[in-house]
């Protein structure tokens, strides 16, 4: 049995025990915000040599967990490590965001693709995950991740980020069976991919739905939802005190909140766009809830971050018939590399001061 790290608040808020305090970790804490990691990212030479490299990955993680007293540590990596894998040839360009050299847009293409191999071609991710546990030192719990099958789609299926996913939409509605080849395929290697880096120490494991908030709620159904159910459902969790607990998060979708709550996971990561208070009421404490805050209110001024901080919390605790079990503090969505640190300081610590009253 390997030890329950030191502060246990965001395993146990996500199996909604008791906890001192509301634990907080952000989206993209380990990131361009931070001087220390635009230091380490001009040595490394690029973000994918970083993630890449283990003890980088690693110095990475560690960055924000030496400024700021958060509740988790997420591994410094990717979600489109799996598309790379599958051969698709990821690459960055400045500005532009991620770029696949080669898309799936048929069902030809869906079916030359396969699970990698977790110990071989995506060794780095499992050394990184192995690494940062080793380092961590049971500090704080880490969590894993990885794109949900519908996200990881839509990169691999426009070649890049998108504003209006035209070519994966015109897929959904001219050639259903090919992109639905490319979600099952995606969901096996998503399964994989998390159960890897759970038996490589990861504590907790996080999908990121991040484009699922773009279909129309009938399409979420189609093409999004079933495929998190079955990631639920299959994932291998370890037994008993090993279980790594899940956290589905999803821009936009509050309008599924209901179904989401029935799926199977411990958690459901919601963005700004629902209130979280309402957000408890419609979940009924069958999940954890993570959020929500709109990542721009760290453009505010302090006294602005700690009102927005204890209206979050607050409502939070007013729709879970006042409670503060089962919430972990976050952001609705990523930090952006232009916002303060001094900011991210002000947040955690009256996230823990206010819910500790
Ligand atoms: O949260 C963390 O600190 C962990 C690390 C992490 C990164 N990407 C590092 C990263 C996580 C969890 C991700 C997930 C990810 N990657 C998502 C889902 C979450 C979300 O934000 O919606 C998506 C859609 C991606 C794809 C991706 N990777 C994009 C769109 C970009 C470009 C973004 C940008 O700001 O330029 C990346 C690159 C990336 N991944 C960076 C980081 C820190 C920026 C790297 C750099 O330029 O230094």
Request: proline letters at 6%; hydrophobic letters at 40%.
């Amino acid at each position: 049995m390997t030890p329950l790290p030191k502060n246990d608040r965001f395993l146990r808020a996500l199996r909604r025990e008791p906890v001192d305090r509301t634990p907080v970790w952000l989206m993209r804490q380990a990131g361009r915000y931070l001087p220390e990691y635009r230091e380490t990212r001009r040595q490394a030479g690029s973000f994918l040599a970083m993630a890449k490299n283990p003890e980088i990955a690693c110095e990475v993680t560690l960055q924000p967990l030496r400024r700021f007293d958060l509740d988790a540590a997420i591994l410094f990596s990717d979600i489109l490590t799996i598309p790379d894998a599958m051969g698709l040839g990821l690459y960055f360009v400045d500005g532009e965001g991620p770029k696949f050299e080669r898309t799936v847009r048929s069902a030809a293409d869906a079916a030359r693709l396969s699970v990698p191999d977790m110990e071989t071609e995506l060794r780095y991710v499992m050394d990184a995950v192995r690494t940062i546990r080793r380092e961590l030192d049971g500090k704080v719990p880490l969590i894993g991740f990885s794109g949900s099958p519908w996200t990881l789609a839509c990169y691999m299926v426009e070649g890049g980020g998108s504003k209006d996913f035209a070519r994966i939409k015109a897929m959904a509605l001219n050639d259903p069976a090919a992109l639905h080849a490319l979600l099952a395929v995606n969901t096996d290697a998503v399964i994989a991919y998390l159960s890897a880096q759970r038996a490589a120490g990861a504590q907790a494991l996080q999908v990121f739905d991040t484009w699922g908030g773009v279909l129309s709620p009938a399409m979420y159904r189609e093409f999004s939802l079933p495929y998190l159910q079955r990631i639920a459902r299959e994932l291998e969790r370890g037994e008993g005190g090993e279980r790594a607990p899940l956290i589905l998060f999803g821009k936009g979708n509050a309008v599924h909140l209901d179904v989401l709550a029935e799926s199977g996971t411990d958690a459901v990561g919601v963005d700004w766009l629902v209130e979280l208070g309402e957000a408890a009421r419609r979940t009924q404490g069958k999940v954890a809830l993570q959020g929500n805050l709109d990542p721009a209110t760290l453009y505010g001024s302090p006294d602005a971050i700690r009102r927005e901080v204890r209206r979050a919390l607050d409502s939070y605790r007013d729709g879970n018939g006042g409670s503060r079990e089962g919430h972990v503090f976050n952001l609705g969505h990523g930090m952006s590399p232009d916002m303060d640190p001094e900011h991210v300081a002000v947040l955690v610590d009256e996230v823990h001061a206010y819910s500790a009253r």
